[in-house]
């Protein structure tokens, strides 16, 4: 299998001048062997990183919030201050207090995938699961079920068809043109780039990381080339510190447009 | 780099496309995510943070109530202390006001025994002084008339003639005196 072959190279000895090309890192990073495959359906490293996430979410909020005191220890006050500020800063900022009902699972959904994203930079897991667009997508899809059924819910199939295409205070002949976009934006293309933004930012980032950590291991040769690639990991190592910022980002991010979608959603008619 | 390759890779996975297994097993991470934080570790952690903002608004409210006990004790201190001020002062004042009345009486009542007094002492020198003529103008006329008698020799019989006599004499004496006086 070629990424496997492509892989073994860039663990092996493949330098510069000795005679291999760059194995230049693509696709193939985002692709593995399964582990196990039960039948027919492969297990693979991703799964295998979001359950462990998932643990890890559960386990720390276990730890912090399972027997809570009135006097916090150190990780019930880290605890709360992850999800005061999730809670606050996000939901209720942009929801209102209407958004207390959506806490929960902005909440979960918040640190779940920002520990997806952290995987990152994580030694032996090394990959940013939300870079698999699969998981990004359930969970946008989650938000888009419970954005549609908050709408219709409060609205009424009429009403709420309404509150998403109709928005208030355009004049009457520019509706010709702006009902059709608010109409596919706000129902096929939100939950597309809610999923895509999220994806493709972890992707982007893996990517360079490790297009800037394998070269600098293949230009590691007893020529000028070892210049260039010490200044190739100095690059690898901001980057994994900027990507630090983006994995929090994108988190943040995410769960800001889910709360500001089921604010929309539950939104007065106008 | 080997086209053919990346034709394969391209082929075999796009990275738009999600991978069914891949989703559920994401999604099922979320739920139990969810399900465990949702149902069990944030409800008992939302409870403990609104019992602590309880304990500390409650301690907030009785601290307040306290305060405000105190600022009640103060209002009233202040109250009776002005009070105690005004009754003081008002007793003052009671008391200059009766003392000067007392002063404006006694001064009174002094003027009118010193008054008494003097009118006393007026009337009694008047009265000594009616009498002592009376005895004087008695014995002037008494010592006069011996006197006259033992110079005529004979003893004038003729009283009211006699007193008549003497009278006059003195009334002219006084008369003369009184004009004296007044010319002094």
């Given amino acids: 299998m070629g990424a496997d072959v492509r892989q073994l190279a860039s663990e092996a000895g493949c330098h510069l001048n000795s005679g291999c090309g760059f194995p230049a890192p693509g696709l193939n ?72 009902k959506y806490v929960p699972m902005l909440v ?128 690898a190592v901001a980057l994994t510190a900027f990507e630090l910022l983006v994995q929090f980002l994108q988190a943040y991010i995410f769960v800001m447009l889910a709360s500001s979608y089921i604010a929309g959603a539950l939104e007065e008619a106008h | 780099m080997n086209p053919g390759f990346a034709l394969a890779a391209e082929e075999k996975m796009n990275p738009l496309l999600p991978a069914w297994p891949e989703v559920i097993i994401g999604l099922l991470c979320f739920f139990i995510v969810f399900g465990l934080l949702g149902k069990k570790l944030l409800p008992s952690i939302e409870k ?47 008391a200059r006001e009766q003392g000067a009345a007392l002063i404006t009486e006694m001064r009174a009542e002094g003027q009118r025994q010193r008054e008494a007094i003097v009118a006393a002492g007026h009337a009694q020198i008047e009265a000594d002084k009616k009498q002592a003529t009376a005895a004087l103008r008695q014995d002037v006329g008494s010592l006069a008339s011996q006197l006259a008698s033992r110079i005529v020799g004979e003893s004038l019989e003729d009283s009211a003639r006699q007193s008549g006599v003497i009278d006059r004499f003195l009334d002219d004496l006084e008369s003369k005196a009184a004009s004296s006086a007044g010319a002094k």
Wanted: charged residues 15%; glycine residues 8%; contains cysteine.
């Fill in chain 2, 48 to 94: 403990v943070l609104s019992e602590r903002r309880d304990a500390i608004e409650g301690g907030m409210e009785r601290a307040e109530a306290a305060q405000a006990e105190a600022q009640a004790l103060l209002e009233q201190y202040r109250a009776e202390l002005a009070e105690a001020r005004h009754e003081a002062a008002r007793i003052t004042e009671h």
């Fill in chain 1, 108 to 235: 979960s959904m918040f640190f779940f995938v920002w520990i997806m994203n952290i995987m990152s930079i994580i030694p032996f897991a090394q990959f940013p699961v939300m870079s698999k667009i699969a998981f990004p997508a359930g969970l946008a899809a989650i938000v888009w079920i419970t954005y549609m059924s908050l709408t219709f819910k409060k609205h009424g199939f009429v009403g709420g068809m309404k509150n998403l295409c109709w928005p208030s205070g355009i004049p009457g002949w520019v509706m010709f043109i702006l009902v059709p976009i608010e109409f596919f934006s706000n129902i096929f293309v939100r939950p597309f780039t809610l999923a895509v933004r999220a994806f493709a930012n972890m992707f982007a980032g893996h990517l360079l990381i490790v297009v800037f950590s394998v070269a600098s291991w293949y230009l590691l040769s007893p020529s000028i080339g070892a210049l260039y690639g010490s200044v190739s990991f100095v690059v």
């Fill in chain 1, 29 to 100: 990073e985002f692709d593995f062997k399964p582990i196990f495959t039960i039948g027919g359906v492969d297990f693979n490293k991703p799964m295998l990183l979001s359950i462990i996430c998932a643990l890890l979410v559960v386990g720390f909020f276990w730890a912090a919030f399972a027997k809570p005191k009135l006097l916090p220890g150190k990780l019930q006050l880290v605890g709360e201050i992850g999800y005061d500020f999730v809670k606050r800063s996000i939901v209720l900022e942009t929801i209102g207090k209407k958004g207390e």
